[in-house]
């Protein structure tokens, strides 16, 4: 617990002119207007005041703001009044305790109201006096550091108010450790399975990052040693929330983990070091294009400066480095505290005064609107440069990622809404569904109950919420397309032998078959398989017509053998049956008979898709052959390369070249080197020029890269004139 000597001490540090006889006051006062009062947590209520005022301290607040800090929750929660703290410690603490309660007290009717009066008091409390913004900053701050105690219905609901609200606003006044540390609290808050599991997965590979990062410092010290620049080199683990977005935004598995870390060179010197280390660092390890970023000649609009670039390390890993003198360090912690100055008792921003403009401009825009709505939309293309805010026909207002769309806001009033869009009037005009939306865009969605979510929407929708109720409806509708086909296949092949559907499902038939033979899965699950290719429907109708649904123990039988195990097999191969034998994932279902196209031969890597074929399992193209023009788009499915099941695959190439002794050694001997079995290899000679050597091999490769790789190295090889690959 805080005590007020670490209070005073710390104050002293930056504010030695402090008046410590008013300070102790203050924490006599709140001590006894609480006591007796217990936070949920069961510790004295006192602790909570000491503690807002510790964060206050971080941010090198003025003597008031302390006091208001450590008074912030006396008008609200004890029987203390405005004229008692004004006697006692002036108007201008009076003051900030009132404007912090006014906040408090406010009653919201609904939650998007709520949010949007939230903002409007916020904006308006901050451009009366901003430091009663940065009180509640701090009462948020250490509320949330204790979230735990409070009840699980509210913990939800503060947290994202935390998120949509405080992490923004901190963000704005450039206190970027809290706006950090709200945002990770919030997210904990949120979804804490995710980032429980994260958590548990980074303490796996916690050792090796540990030396990684050592090496990495050590690297960068010793070269800005060299050039005579004297730093401090820190190497830090992302927070979780950090992680999470990016692992979301950029589809990386943790294990890639050297980009949980960040590294920041903080440098004792001017402006020029910090770009003398960039070089540096870039010519240690390259930099990635389009990843550095200067934000020293142009600062971010919340004052922020830095150069930031993103390299290639050791391991081919991508590496974040930000450079930046003490001064700018001193100013990214402080944030908007790092420019105050105090003017008769106000704080003022220092010299530089466009700095401020932005918060200069609410306080006019809030003299001049009454409606919050109106307010909200002056102010939030400032306050949240990423998101977008729109609003339905009522007037609601709907907060979106930049770059959304018409779907994201359907799927945003409600998954129902999403899934039966049909079309869009932004502004009272109709638009395409994948037109972005703007600031202050009135959005209607037009439903039609016959539609369903379509899988070109992913390519435009952005929001999570939309992108995870489109997959799955996709991976639905999959589904039962399987199954319509599948028992449209059998229906058939049962009339050709005199049976019919309905027949065999109502004597039981085929719920014997599948009990018995099918490992008790369901009809409609043997629907699928057929469609699939793994159950042979006339095979299948063979077995339902003659052995009146009795198992024969022959399961010979039974099609597509390599998919149809005995149960007793069935147990041992299971573990390698998780694996996709093809190397090739098809949507929504685990083991497909698959087919790789002659046309085209897709190896790992490129681009495919599937063809479901009748009784013959999913035919694999790329996605450029021309094939798959031919084909009935009904039939096509979605499939991937499953990397954790990489089958190398025989393709061939012809390599032409000099006729000349050693020729075919060379070219064998490079393909060996990469690692490459030749499955054979022959070689012709062109008559008609006698000059010209062809050899073709067939190789066996995991994936498009590694012979995209050894077709290269053989290019090198001197006397080779071309080298392609055959298909078909
Ligand atoms: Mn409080």
Known sequence: MLRFNDIADRLIEYNPQVDLERLQRAYVFTAKVHDGQERL???????????????????????????????????????????????????????????????????????????????????????????????????????????????????????????????????????????????????????????????????????????????????????????????????????????????????????????????????????????????????????????????????????????????????????????????????????????????????????????????????????????????????????????????????EVINLASGSTPIDFAYAIHSEVGSHCVGAKVNGRLVPLRQRLKDGDTVEIITSSSQSPRKDWLEFAVSSKARNHIRHAIRQAGKERAVALGRDILGRELRRNDLTLAGVLEDGRLQRYADAEFGGRTIDELFAAISYGKIAASVLVRKLAGGEGKAPPDLSAVASAANVVPKRLRRLFKRERRRSTSGVRVSGTPDVLVRFAGCCEPLPGDEIIGFVTRGRGVTIHTKGCARVFTLDPERKIAVEWDDEAKVARAIAIRVLSRDEPGMLAKITNTISAAGINIGSAKVSVDETTGRTAEQTFELWVPDARTLAGVMREIRKVKGVRSVERIRG
Not at 81 to 93: A, C, D, K, N, Q
Request: a negative charge.
């Open 41 to 395: 947590s069961g510790e004295p209520y006192l602790i909570h005041p000491l503690e807002v005022a510790g964060i206050l301290l971080d941010l090198h607040v003025d003597e008031d703001t302390i006091i208001a800090g450590l008074l912030h929750d006396t008008l609200e929660d004890t029987l203390t009044t405005r004229e008692e703290i004004e006697r006692l410690f002036g108007p201008s603490v009076a003051f900030l305790v009132e404007g912090l309660t006014k906040i408090a007290r406010i009653e919201f009717k609904s939650a998007r109201e709520q949010q949007a009066e939230n903002f409007r008091k916020m904006l308006i409390a901050m451009s009366e006096d901003i430091r009663i913004l940065m009180i509640k900053l701090a009462d948020r701050l250490h509320n949330m550091r204790t979230i735990v105690h409070m009840k699980e219905e509210s913990r939800r609901r503060i947290a994202q108010e935390t998120m949509d609200i405080y992490v923004p606003l901190a963000h704005r006044l450039g206190v970027y450790w809290m706006k950090q540390e709200l945002e990770d609290l919030s997210f904990r808050t949120l979804e804490p399975e995710v980032a429980k599991e994260l958590e548990a997965r980074l303490l796996i590979s916690r050792d090796e990052r540990e030396v990684y990062i050592e090496d990495v410092i050590g690297i960068i010290s010793a070269r800005l040693a060299d050039i005579g620049l004297r730093c401090e080199v820190q190497g830090r683990v992302k927070d979780i929330s950090s992680i999470h977005a990016k692992m979301k935004s950029q589809d990386l598995e943790l294990e890639q983990i050297y980009d949980t870390i960040g590294f920041r060179i903080v440098i004792d010197g001017g402006i020029g070091d910090c770009y003398a280390a960039l070089g540096q660092i870039h010519s240690v390890w390259p930099p990635v294009p389009g990843r550095f970023k200067d934000y020293i000649a142009l600062p971010k609009p919340n004052g922020y400066r830095s150069l930031h670039t993103t390299v290639i390390g050791e391991y081919g890993e991508r590496m974040e480095v930000q450079i930046r003198t003490v001064e700018m360090h001193r100013d990214a912690e402080l944030g908007i505290a790092a420019h105050w100055k105090y003017k008769e008792g106000r704080l003022e921003a220092d010299g530089d005064d466009s700095k401020f403009d932005w918060l200069r401009q609410l306080v006019e825009w809030q003299k001049e609107i009454s409606d919050p709505h109106e307010f909200l939309d002056a102010v939030k293309l400032d306050l949240f440069p990423n998101e977008v805010f729109v609003f339905t026909p009522t007037g």
